[in-house]
């Protein structure tokens, strides 16, 4: 399977719609995270360090700590829509 930028903003849509929770999110950003690590997974090199730092930052979203707000995850979709 290969993550792209569009997989990334379309599971950030479904959780600021509500159709996902914080815990759904972080474990789906895990999931691929570790799976482009491993090499189950891949990424076009060219998307390799946006969708990196954004699965970064989403795996912890369901620590309070670590919880982006809904203006921080905009600010994250509208930098993988940048080419």
Known sequence: MIVRREDVI???????AGRSSAETLAG???DRFYAIEQGTEQVDEADAEAI???LDDLMFADEESFA?????LRRL?????QP
């Open 77 to 81: 979709i509208a930098r993988l829509q």
């Open 52 to 54: 990196g730092a954004a």
């Open 68 to 72: 982006l707000d809904d203006a921080d």
């Open 10 to 16: 379309r599971t950030i849509e479904e959780f600021l």
């Open 28 to 30: 789906w950003a895990f």
